[in-house]
């Protein structure tokens, strides 16, 4: 089955600078990757995904990239603010078989 | 989040009781799962559904039952609740299996003492 490998586990960077987080997944049969935020108390809420047949993806500050040739794909934020203080997870998947979602990420946003 | 909701947000319950979690979503789709989420693991699929009266095991299905007799209501069952139970369960629906995001519910606190 799909394996899914998110890095870093806690991730601390200044406000306004960016934060990358990076995933590798295993099944090159995967074709769709989304990611998640989850804030305190809250359940995982889809922020962006991207396709198999498409390289990059952007949506206001954040962007996620994939390369399917060394199979990792990575979720890019700029300009950080406090809201963006949560747990990030990445998930792979395609058709028949369900998402396998990476371990998640703690992102905090020093003042 | 709109569309879905779990109940109870918290229980607290004692080893050896059975627990009923619901899930209910009122957005029609077809597919329906559980979570547990505990610190270093992420999120683990319990058991998820396909539609009424179908259902399959996740990785971490042992000691848990679900039942989907209608569309809308997904059950999640301890039947004799064990300390290494407690954990944030989470439902999610989505539209197909894999291809696109599933939505999440708010989630519930379950502590067995």
């Known amino acids: 089955g799909e394996n899914v490998e998110q890095h870093p586990s806690t991730l601390s960077v200044q406000e306004g600078d960016s934060a990358v987080i990076k995933c590798t997944y295993s099944?090159?049969?995967?074709?769709?990757f989304p990611w998640y935020k989850q804030e305190l108390g809250k359940g995982p809420q889809l922020i962006i995904d991207?396709?198999?047949?498409?390289g990059e993806k952007k949506d206001q500050r954040i962007a996620v990239t994939l390369n399917k040739t060394a199979k990792h794909f990575s979720l890019h934020i700029t300009e950080t603010q406090p809201e963006d203080s949560a747990v990030y997870f990445c998930?792979?998947?395609?058709?028949?078989?369900?998402?396998?979602f990476g371990k998640g990420t703690h992102l905090i946003i020093q003042p | 989040d709109a569309g879905i909701t779990q109940s109870p947000r918290h229980k607290v319950t004692e080893t050896g009781t059975p627990v009923t979690l619901r899930c209910h979503q009122t957005?029609?789709?077809?597919?329906m799962y559980w979570y547990r989420q505990d610190p270093g693991h992420g999120l683990r699929l319990i058991h998820y559904?396909?539609?009424?009266?179908?259902?399959d095991k996740g990785e971490v299905s042992d000691g848990y039952s679900v039942s989907r007799s209608k569309t809308e209501d997904f059950l999640l069952t301890l039947e004799s609740a064990t300390s290494s139970q407690t954990s944030v369960y989470f439902c999610?629906?989505?539209?197909?299996?894999?291809?696109?995001?599933?939505?999440f519910g708010s989630g519930t606190r379950l502590t067995v003492v």
């Open positions: 559904s396909y539609g009424v009266k179908d259902t």
């Open positions: 998930a792979a998947g395609g058709g028949a078989d369900g998402l396998t």
């Open positions: 991207i396709r198999s047949n498409v």
């Open positions: 957005e029609n789709h077809r597919y």
């Open positions: 999610a629906i989505s539209v197909s299996r894999g291809d696109y995001g599933y939505t």
């Open positions: 099944d090159s049969a995967s074709n769709y």
